[in-house]
């Protein structure tokens, strides 16, 4: 079989890849989900060696399961790994918080003001999916104001596979809610007032890591 030259072989692994990640992330591959490789290629319109590789990129970012000879799957978010992945999320979000707040723009600053007032509403009686698509433009307006390319860079990098850890069902029993909500309510406010420090350590406690300068979130 013709090899094709290996700039396309890349290009169908990243379309397969970001094709598989947005199925993913967005639900409509659920954790557990068997994934076969010849199946894909079939359904993606492309041969099997991208989707073998797109797959390992996403095994790599925790999104995807492989065990050889035994099969591949979606992977299923673990218990364990609901605390560190918030944290692990804190740490890296609360660098981009630092160095943007104090230089967002009116119109920013006041879409990611109403924006964390909408996730506190969610925080009320929390529940993974609500809760999830408020903060995500969240997310998305830091890193994209951030003008720090290598701590984005960072960011955006880890940013699918920590969330996706976050999706275990047991989330609302695993996570201390109103500690959380604590913390995003100081972030508000220090969105408010454009104190970049005071926004890192709000980050911090929202995601149950110890203050910056030694007190426990």
Known sequence: MFAPPSDTRTLLRD??????????MRGSLCPGDRLDDEELAARLGCSRTPVREALADLAHLGLVELRANRYTRVAVPAREDVVPALQALGLLFGGVVRVTVPRLGDRSRSAVF?????????????????????????????????RNPMLTAALRGSLDGLTFRLRHRALESALPWQDIRTGVVALRVAVDVRDGRLAERATWSAHLLPDPDGNEA
Do not use: H, K, M, N
């Open 114 to 146: 109403r924006r964390l007032g909408v996730l506190l509403d969610c925080l009320e009686a929390p529940s993974l999916q609500p809760s999830a698509d408020a903060a995500t433009p969240i997310y998305r307006t830091f890193i994209d104001e951030c």
């Open 15 to 24: 379309i397969a890849r970001d094709r598989l990640r947005s199925e993913i």
